[in-house]
């Protein structure tokens, strides 16, 4: 990202970032993601980008500890706010819904 930002920072117009991303666990609490196997899971659990983050600050000598708190209390906060926040309005309730086609569109 670094070396995007320079470059852009530079005049040397856009980049292109590919950011890799994998869902631990599945789809819902339903499901279990048994389709998937145990050691492609476990390699990517091993490579989450929080832990490795946390790790590489630990290894520099700083404490997450803060940041962790703020993470905490920033989704407390929005948690909050949301709970707070007042209803839809219910005239729009039906509008902007889409229609799938019914059955023969679903696999």
Same mark, same amino acid.
């Given at each position: 990202?670094? $070396? ?13 970032? /590919? ?9 819902? $609490? ?5 389709? $998937?196997?145990?050691? /492609?899971? @476990? !390699?990517?659990?091993? !490579? ?13 000598? @700083? ?8 993470? @905490?209390?920033?989704?407390?906060? #929005?948690? /909050? ?9 219910? #005239? @729009? ?15």
């Amino acid at each position: 990202m670094a $070396r995007l930002a320079d470059r852009a920072r530079a005049g040397d117009g856009p980049g292109l970032l /590919e950011a890799r991303t994998y869902r631990h666990y599945g789809h819902s $609490r339903a499901d279990p993601a048994g389709y $998937r196997p145990a050691d /492609e899971v @476990e !390699h990517w659990l091993r !490579h989450d980008p929080l832990d490795l983050a946390r790790a590489r600050l630990a290894a520099l000598g @700083e404490s997450t500890l803060d940041a962790d708190a703020r993470v @905490e209390r920033t989704v407390a906060d #929005a948690v /909050e706010a949301a709970r707070n926040a007042p209803g839809p309005d219910l #005239a @729009e309730a039906l509008t902007d819904v889409w229609a799938d086609g019914g059955a023969a569109w679903r696999t």
